[in-house]
């Protein structure tokens, strides 16, 4: 079956810094892409989503970037700042559902 | 305000008993799902339903059970053949097809003991 994985479990930058999360996912049939952020006790929140007919969409100081050949998704955040600590999950979609990966702890310090 | 609401926010029980979590949306979608969230995990579907009267199983269905009577309600009811109930249970909703963000409630945090 389909499944999604992220490269690293967490991740620490320094305010200021870029960030870049990877995630990796096994169906190339698939043709929708989210991000979501998650803060400890909360529901995910949406961040920004792409579909396969792009390689590229922009954000407000998000990025997401998909490259269907390798079948790799990242999602960069510009001048990290400390209330992007958090949780970050990719959804890759599969038929009538999504399926997520295990998540990025992104710590963001001083 | 439109959204998703979970209810209660804690929830503690005891061994054996059965227990359900109130999941209600006023988007209009017609898709809903239950999440199961376990620290520093991901999130695992339980079950989803994409039309009233209709559900599927999701990854790990077994010990659970869900009933979809109205658009707007998805309860999920725990039971007590499920062998690890303690979790964080999140639902969410959609437009039907699996190409749609979902939205997220802000999740139910169950203890059993």
């Known amino acids: 079956g389909e499944s999604v994985g992220l490269h690293l479990p967490t991740l620490s930058v320094q305010e200021g810094d870029n960030s870049i999360i990877n995630c990796a996912y096994s169906?190339?049939?698939?043709?929708?892409f989210i991000w979501y952020k998650q803060e400890s006790g909360k529901g995910p929140q949406f961040i920004i989503d792409?579909?396969?007919?792009?390689d590229k969409r922009q954000g407000q100081r998000v990025t997401v970037l998909l490259n269907k050949t390798v079948k790799h998704l990242s999602l960069q955040i510009a001048a990290t700042q400390p209330g992007d600590s958090a949780v970050y999950f990719c959804?890759?979609?599969?038929?009538?559902?999504?399926?997520f990966g295990t998540g990025t702890r992104l710590q963001v310090f001083p | 305000d439109g959204g998703i609401t979970q209810s209660p926010k804690y929830l503690f029980r005891k061994e054996g008993q059965n227990v359900t979590l109130s999941c209600e949306q006023n988007?209009?979608?017609?898709?809903m799902y239950w999440y199961r969230q376990d620290p520093g995990q991901g999130l695992r579907l339980i079950y989803y339903?994409?039309?009233?009267?209709?559900?599927q199983k999701g990854d790990i269905a077994e010990g659970y059970s869900v009933s979809r009577e109205k658009k707007e309600s998805f309860p999920l009811t725990v039971t007590s053949a499920q062998k690890n109930p303690t979790a964080f249970y999140l639902c969410?909703?959609?437009?039907?097809?699996?190409?749609?963000?979902?939205?997220f409630g802000p999740g139910t945090r169950l203890t059993v003991t």
């Open positions: 969410a909703s959609s437009m039907v097809g699996g190409t749609y963000e979902q939205y």
């Open positions: 169906n190339s049939a698939s043709d929708y």
């Open positions: 792409i579909r396969s007919n792009m």
């Open positions: 959804a890759v979609s599969n038929t009538d559902k999504l399926i």
């Open positions: 988007l209009n979608h017609d898709a």
């Open positions: 339903s994409q039309i009233v009267n209709d559900f």
